[in-house]
């Protein structure tokens, strides 16, 4: 029922997904989409506070999704709704793992070298004391083993220069907390650097990895806007990117938002991944393939061997 | 003297630059540049303190630059040094202005409509209290007016959402100090919001707005590289590239580092340009061009002004 455009991408993802079971307002949906449907009689709105799947609307579709995944009847749950209140109502009806203080938001960016970048946390802590970051490292990288298939993932503290001496205090406090860690950590590390490849996992507290995140997202908007501003009245140069229209359809495919399933909740005792609001069929269909990835692998078991200072 | 590959860019910048004064040592620059020298013996290295400037190193390029302006025989200096340095010889050697509690660096950012976003603090206080944000507000429209020839530019802090209940504990403690502003203030804002136009200047904390700037650049730099590797065995469509040279060498030139001079120091009493360390001979001309923009607008008498309730 999420999303600035539900429940519409999800009926148009319906007829590519399969092992799904659809949890919302079966008056909305269309005869023989083929899947199964968990009616969820309520709604939460996006001017619902984060509490409302816990007390205000235990019937929505939030909150019977997550049951659904309590219950074992579902291997995970996807939700491009209010994430505040996926947040708080995954925590209250999944748990957290243990030893796990505060989940976190990780999602992958495309890096200049072609591998993924895991960056988190972006936006379930936006006031962060170090040790919620040694915490995130050890997540990101148990999230780096299953879902990007690395055996030792880099982790990086985001800083403003890999100098020691750079960053702010919250920096020079977990520092040495990640460094005493059972996990490859690289040390401070500048965002340039980061995409360029010398990280698979960036740490940083959820309000810096938000304003990373969707500083990315709004260069790449920014950039293609300031290029097709470029060309205007040179005809030669637009047949120029007629004849590279190929191109720019691969690279916005393995940049676009859409490509990347959302974001995942780690931490929690169970698959959960949160869809951006403005997600199309194609972004609903990438978020279910990440949650599968992540049930498949086994996420939450190795995000608590992570935690208890294992490898994960 | 500074920067990594001084003082060859500025050898190189030379015969372009009129009315500049060079401060450095003699012996390496050759004869017949043109331009008048004042030597200086010393050189800060980048594994030098920041305070090199006031007692190590008294007679480095960058404290005789410094004293140049402070003498009113220069109108700015330009650096591309070490940056610690800069900043706090320019505090030392031409002092804060009136209501300046701490400096900020600002530098302007291409935004996707085609204007331009100034973006402070970019570094010069990793660790900000609400109040040096509302400050910082003050010196940024002032530059705004001043060097971005805005009447009434429109300032945002940032933020990870635009409703009053997102944002960290900083930004909800700055909020009504920067409310309370006699400037045009929007509100909080998304690094999405901000580069498509919303505001003229955006306020963040150094940390932030050192990651935020540097996240630009690196995806410019890595949708490049991507790019590229999806022409990679794709001769029809790098033959499109070839045609489209043109508005790509626009586009670089709108949005490369160099185009626009490095940051300015805001609020020190005196123009201070600290240059991109990696400068080349454009980015030095555009560097000397901006302080010449700042010296021209009175740029620190207008930043006092704004300082002292009024409009800048």
Redesign the interface.
Known sequence: MGGDRAPGVVIEAAPALRDVVLVGRPELLPQGLGLPVVPAPEVVEMGDGATAPLRAKPRSSIRLALEEVAAGRAAGMVSCGHSGAVLAGAVFVLGLLPGVERPALVSVI?????GSLALLDL?AN??CKPELLAGFARMGAAYARVVMGLEEPRVGL?S?GEERG????Q?KAALPLLEALPLRFVGPT???D???GAVDVLV?????G???L??????????????R???DG?P?????????????R??RA??SASAFGGALLLGVNGVVVVGHGRSDARAVRSAVALARRCADGGLPRRVAEAMAGGGG
């Open positions: 495309p890096r200049g070298d072609g936006g936006v006031d985001l403003n750079k960053g702010n205090q920096v500048e965002p340039t980061a995409l360029r940083c507290d959820g309000f810096v938000n304003v990373l969707k500083t990315v997202e709004a260069t790449l908007e920014a950039s293609a806007s300031l290029l501003r470029e060309l040179h030669l140069e637009q047949l120029g990117v007629w004849l590279m229209s190929g191109a720019l691969r690279f393995r940049t």
